[in-house]
Each structure stands twice: as C-alpha cells, then as structure tokens.
C-alpha cells in the first residue's frame, strides 16, 4: 500500500539559492503551457471548424531559446519535463471532471520541483546516516541535509517544496501491506448487511461533529487538549499584532516582507495544532478493537461558511455573528478529523460511512421525533413527544449510529460517490411542524368547491 510522509530539509545558502532558480524555471514551464493552451483554445474557437480543439501534449522544448529564455539552459532537462508532465496529467484530470483547469502559478515565496529517480538517490554514509543527493553527475546541490522522523523505503520520485521560507521533501513509498484482504466500502457494505442487528449495534459508532464539542464519538467527547488551546489563543494574540505592524507598513519594503513571513508561520503554526488533534482523535478512534464501523454525517462545510455578507439591494443579517460562527467551524477540522479516519481505518481493514445529516440534531434517538423545537439551546436535548432529555451533541451520535445501522441492514440501501449510504424508494424523512389553526374563510371555502363539484 502507497503511504506518503514529508521530511523537513535543511538547504545551505547556496543550496536555496539553486533551488529557488529550479523552482522558478518549473514554474515557467507550467505557466507557459497554461497561456500556450489559453491562446490555442481562443484561436480554435474563433477561427477553426467546429469541434476542432487546441492539441494537448507534454512538449516543452519549444520554451527553451538561447537568446528568449537562456536561464532555463542551466536547469537540468529532467525539473522541466516533469512540469510539463504535471501539466498535461493535471489537465487530463480536468477533462474527466476530477479537478479544476490548470491555472497560471503566481511568483510567491512558495514553490516546488518534482524530481524523478535520475536526480535524487538516499545514500547511507559510513556514520550510518542517511543522506539525500539531489542533481544530476553535472548539475547538482550536493547532498541536502533532511531529518528522518520514521523509516522509509526508496521511492521513484520525490517533491522539494517550499513554504513560508521553509523546505520540505516529500514523498510516496510502498510500505508492503498487501491490499488484497482489505475490503472498500462496497465490499464491506455488502458483508455488513448479513449481520444481525445486535452484532452491528456493537461494532459500530456514530460521530458527532460540533463547535462547542469538536468530536462526539459514543459517550466519548474529543477536544483540543489545554496546552494545545493555550498555544492557540497566544498565536492569535501574536497574529493581531502583527496584522495592526503590518497596517503601518510600507508596501514592497523588506520590513513589511519579514512581517507577512511572520505571519504565514504563525497561521502554520496554528494548522499544525489542528492537524495534530485531527491525527491523534482519528487514532484514538482507530485503536478501539471492538468497533469496526465508523458513522459521519455528510457536512457541506463549504455551504455551512458561506459569507453572510449579502449584496446592496438584499444586505446579510448577523453578519459578524456567521463571521464568528464560521471561523470556530473551520477551526475544528472537520473534514481533516473524516479524511484521517477513513484512511487509517482503511489501513485496519474497518471501515467508515456517512450518512445524510438533514435533522440528525433534531431527531429524538429515544422516539424518533423530529422538531425544531427539540433543540432550544446548544447544549440540553429534550424531546417534547416522550421527554427524553440528553446532551445535545450525545443525541445526535445515537441518532447517526440508529440511521446507519437501519441503512445497512436495508436491501434497497446504495452507496453514492461520496461514501454516503442513500435509502432508494424509502423517501426522505420529514420535518413535523407546529399545527396551524383552522380559519372560518378556508373552511367556508372548501364547502363552496365541494358544492361546485356536487352540482
């Protein structure tokens, strides 16, 4: 099974100042490609018969000339074919509809190379540490000092990349798990819905995703631990005060470029904490030897952050409030927490679902009742059907965990793209609202139209 890991690098002065011209003849290739087909596609469109397109290739050595682009003469051929090679897979990927078109790579203080076997090679010297030398027998760095955190095999290729004045390596090896006893979700759903209900009400767990409480998994609750929250809150102290530095700042000077890099290192910063609570929550969760299935609602967290800002006509309402609100949703992780389950359960040959999450905070998992008014505050749940009373965000992993396990065991049960279990033919679950009164006009009314018919 393919696992990748990133290696933190150490370049000398001299060492950044080749790999930056790399990086830079990378992206000129890249960017060139990109108005090349721009240009093409406009010209076919105009000028060409119908149906006729701009060709897609992976030929870059149009770009190189001695007297337009002699630069790229001292980059070695392999860093530009790779970019071009990058380009043309990244449209492919387009066409299919997995991404989005290539764009033009704008110059900032980040970049990356792609370096394939020919140009890199881990060698183990005679004091026993392992070292990376990038280039080829004429055009080379030297050897690039890296800090391996784990053991890896040797891969086929590798990434240099740079990020806020920082290099990484990154890379994909095969770490020999053999995937032919794992089963994907199609295969697990189709296995699970021949147990009975009792085996899955055991090994399966619903998963609760919130702002006050960031990960309800069972009767279990997942926060960002005391030191982690400290960390927080002072690098967003720190980040206001070089956000108000960098008001005062003339644009273009070198104060005001070491300040934006302080800045983009302490939002690192705070990716970092976020990115270490999602590892540590998903391997908690992965750890538990009895469950075997894993229950998400299917959040649009990209609908659930939209601005509330509105346009002139219609202006938004509680803008500062959805700015508040938005903020505390994007800084829990949840699709990180997901990703990283899914994948590490994988790995353990579990498995993870989702569900649809329309009224799952709603629902009674006592009754089954549905009402708005079920839920009044954040935190306390309490039904007005049968008066069952909980912890809210506790209610609704009972109720994810009662939904999943009755789709699994349902035959007319399909799995969409998404990994989303969709009851076919069953309708969806509707919202009981509050009894309206019956007016004396509407009743007088419907005795008009049942008079019209009879006569």
Request: with cysteine; net charge positive.
């Amino acid at each position: 099974m393919l696992m990748g890991i990133k290696l933190q690098a150490h370049p000398t002065k001299d060492q950044k100042i080749i790999l930056s011209q790399w990086m830079g003849n990378a992206r000129f290739i890249w960017n060139a490609k990109c108005q090349d087909n721009k240009y093409l596609t406009n010209f076919a469109r105009k000028y060409l018969p119908v149906n006729t397109y701009a060709p897609i290739d992976q030929k870059y050595s149009l770009y190189k000339d001695k007297e337009l682009s002699p630069w790229l003469f001292n980059c070695p051929s392999q860093i530009l074919r790779n970019s071009a090679a990058n380009w043309y897979d990244t449209y492919q990927h387009f066409l299919k509809g997995l991404c989005g078109k290539p764009r033009i790579k704008n110059k900032r203080d980040g970049g990356s190379i792609h370096l394939t076997k020919e140009l890199f090679r881990f060698e183990k010297c005679e004091d026993g540490v392992t070292r990376l030398f990038i280039g080829s027998k004429r055009n080379n760095i030297g050897y690039l000092s890296i800090k391996t955190h784990r053991k890896f095999k040797e891969p086929k290729s590798i990434y240099i990349k740079k990020q806020n004045g920082r290099y990484a390596v990154s890379l994909v090896f095969n770490d020999g798990i053999d995937e032919s006893g794992l089963n994907d979700q199609k295969e697990a759903l189709k296995i699970l819905s021949q147990c009975s209900q009792e085996d899955l009400e055991r090994m399966t767990i619903g998963i609760d995703r919130g702002v006050v409480r960031p990960v309800q998994a069972g009767k279990e609750c997942f926060d960002f631990t005391p030191e982690q929250k400290r960390k927080k809150k002072g690098k967003e102290k720190y980040l206001k005060r070089l956000n108000r530095q960098l008001s005062k700042q003339k644009k273009g000077s070198r104060r005001r470029n070491r300040t934006k890099n302080k800045i983009a290192r302490a939002h690192e910063k705070i990716a970092n904490i976020r990115k270490d609570f999602c590892h540590q929550t998903s391997r908690k969760l992965i750890d538990k030897p009895a469950i075997k299935v894993y229950v998400f609602e299917d959040l649009r967290t990209k609908n659930m952050t939209k601005s509330a800002k509105g346009t002139i006509e219609n202006p938004g309402k509680s803008v500062n409030a959805k700015a508040g609100l938005n903020k505390a949703i994007l800084d829990k992780g949840w699709h990180m927490i997901e990703a990283f389950t899914k994948y590490k359960a994988y790995r353990a040959g579990k498995v993870t679902f989702k569900i649809p999450a329309a009224y799952t905070s709603q629902e009674c998992a006592a009754c089954d009742h549905i009402h708005s008014d079920n839920r009044r505050s954040q935190e306390l749940f309490l039904c007005l059907n049968c008066g069952n009373t909980d912890n809210a965000d506790n209610n609704a992993q009972k109720v994810i965990k009662k939904r999943a396990i009755k789709l699994i065991l349902d035959s007319g049960t399909e799995l969409s793209k998404r990994g989303v279990l969709l009851g076919i033919g069953c309708g969806a679950k509707g919202k009981t609202h509050k009894p309206k009164g019956i007016c004396a006009h509407g009743c007088e009314t419907s005795k008009k139209k049942e008079l019209g018919r009879a006569a």
